[in-house]
Nanobody
Framework: QVQLVESGGGLVQAGGSLRLSCKAS????????MGWFRQAPGKEREFVAH????????YYADSVKGRFTVSRDNAKNTVYLQMNSLKPEDTAVYYC???????????????????WGQGTQVTVSS
């Protein structure tokens, strides 16, 4: 089992930045492909970003491309999401997720991930 804990959320003005962290514990003897998702009130949970187990490749939703950056430090079992130029429409609860399989395809699908954190709230004021 893997436990994921997100942190770093908060209230920020439009145009500002936040960095989210997701720390894994438990069975972390190997690195997992990781994803970030978000869910706004009344909406479905949507894909934000993905990073492969090695950190060699990253993928982003079109809505955040060029503004968000996903990275990882496997020595610390931690994945980050740097969010710049935030907009009010970025307001949501942000979740990190891990996949058991070493390599996954269709990284934007929630069903590909096996472990989820509890989420951290990000609120962007206009």
């Amino acid at each position: 089992q893997v436990q994921l804990v997100e942190s770093g959320g908060g209230l920020v003005q439009a145009g500002g930045s936040l960095r989210l962290s997701c720390k894994a514990s438990g069975r972390t003897d190997s690195s997992y492909p990781m994803g970030w998702f978000r869910q706004a009130p009344g909406k479905e949970r949507e894909f934000v970003a993905h990073i492969t187990w090695s950190g060699g490749s990253t993928y982003y939703a079109d809505s955040v491309k060029g503004r968000f950056t996903v990275s990882r430090d496997n020595a610390k079992n931690t994945v980050y999401l740097q969010m710049n130029s935030l907009k009010p429409e970025d307001t949501a609860v942000y979740y990190c997720a891990a996949a058991r399989e070493r390599t996954i395809v269709l990284v934007s699908m929630r069903e590909k991930y096996d472990y989820w954190g509890q989420g951290t709230q990000v609120t962007v004021s206009s």
